[in-house]
């Protein structure tokens, strides 16, 4: 017999962000990944240090420790420590809590563009795709549109906010329209809230409401605002009636997170890690300034959305063509189309790189684009 993938994996292919980066030639500007290219804080490497000093990382608890979870639940006023479960990073959360809802022939809802895992864990679990557009300009969502279309027997609706790849971010009256929407059509709605610390103008609003518990999960984790890509954290915060069934499906994905992670991210979210996250803040709005000044009075459009490490530039022709070459020329970047047929002639680069890194970067791609 030959030995061949299992059927749930026909189509499921590598994402183009991982496979850009795998054909870009060795010391290219990385501006494809989702993780912000800083050195993780001092004082979370100080105290990570520390607590290796004090105690031995062990198992724990399936739903992570009991005291980062109450932490957690802190974040969302009305909920409870029951209600969290710790994950190894975001998307785990995300996978966990597909595996938990969804069965084959299941409707799934994602929007476009958005996060390229969501369609594809949702396939992976059999369920049918549907795609909910952004607007031409990726900046606006038309809610009408969105709900005819959720009204045609979807279960679930997951998607990003901050949003991943346009940096779109739901207003409060806009956020009590979809929750409306998903109460009237009997969803669940899951938020991705990875981004929610990297913001520029206005607080985002987050999309827990204690009284819609009930259907609504919520996605987060401390990747992006602490810098902590590499220590594998994140948590969702699911409703009574599944968080039992999420903490057993979790339990043979991965057992438990690690433990050092778990122990850094407790002191993350107090008032003092807090000071980690405000000091990574500081230099994306650096960083965010210099691609401000590089593509200003260019003549390339583009787009830098008031939260999200990302930038979008329109191209007017083939994104996957223009970012090879931009790979081949050292510079990693992330076609639009990865994200959904909306996205298609857009690029889209993460900004959080050292700045001498970002200026070399952005001289090759404004050359590249002006040739085109």
């Not at 595996?99 to 864990?121: Q, W």
């Not at 002191?267 to 996250?277: I, K």
């Not at 230099?283 to 830098?304: D, H, N, P, W």
Request: aromatic content about 8%; charged content about 20%.
């Amino acid at each position: 017999m030959l030995l061949t993938e299992a059927s749930r994996l026909d189509g499921i292919e590598l994402s183009l962000i991982r496979r850009m980066t795998q054909e870009a030639p060795r010391g290219a500007v990385n501006l494809a990944l989702g993780e912000l290219g800083f050195p993780l804080p001092d004082v979370l490497r100080q105290k990570a240090i520390a607590l290796l000093q004090e105690g031995t990382p062990v198992y724990t608890p399936n739903a992570g420790l009991p005291e980062l979870r109450r932490a957690i639940s802190l974040l969302y006023p009305g909920s409870s420590p029951d209600n969290v479960c710790v994950c190894n990073g975001a998307e785990e959360a995300i996978f966990v809590a597909l595996l938990t809802l969804l069965e084959p022939g299941d409707r799934m809802a994602v929007p476009d563009p958005d996060y390229s895992a969501y369609p594809n864990i949702g396939r992976i679990m059999g369920a049918d795709i549907v795609r909910l557009p952004y607007s031409a300009d990726l900046q606006s969502v038309d809610l009408a549109l969105w709900e005819s279309k959720l009204c045609e027997g979807v279960k679930a609706l997951i998607l990003s906010n901050p949003g991943n790849p346009a940096g779109h971010v739901f207003s409060g009256a806009g956020i009590l329209h979809l929750l409306d929407i998903c109460v009237k059509h009997q969803l669940i709605l899951i938020v991705d809230e990875i981004y929610l610390g990297l913001y520029f103008d206005a607080v985002p609003v987050s999309f827990w409401d204690a009284r819609h518990a009930s259907r609504l999960i919520i996605i987060g984790g401390l990747s992006k605002s602490h810098c902590m890509s590499g220590w594998r954290l994140g948590w969702g915060l699911f409703p009574q009636g599944i968080i039992s069934a999420v903490v057993k499906a979790r339990q043979y994905v991965s057992t438990c997170s690690n433990w050092l992670s778990q122990k850094l991210a407790e002191f993350a979210l107090s008032p003092q890690g807090s000071l980690a996250a405000a000091g990574v803040l500081d230099s994306l709005k650096e960083c965010r300034a210099v691609v401000k000044e590089y593509l200003s009075g260019s003549g390339i459009k583009f787009y830098l959305p008031s939260a999200t490490p990302y930038c979008l530039l329109q191209l007017g022709g083939d994104d996957v063509a223009v970012a090879k070459e931009l790979a081949r020329k050292g510079v990693i970047t992330v076609p639009g189309s990865a994200f959904g047929e909306m996205g298609r002639s857009w690029l889209r680069l993460n900004y959080a790189v050292p700045k001498d890194e970002l200026k070399q970067a952005l001289e090759v791609i404004l050359e590249e684009l002006h040739f085109h």
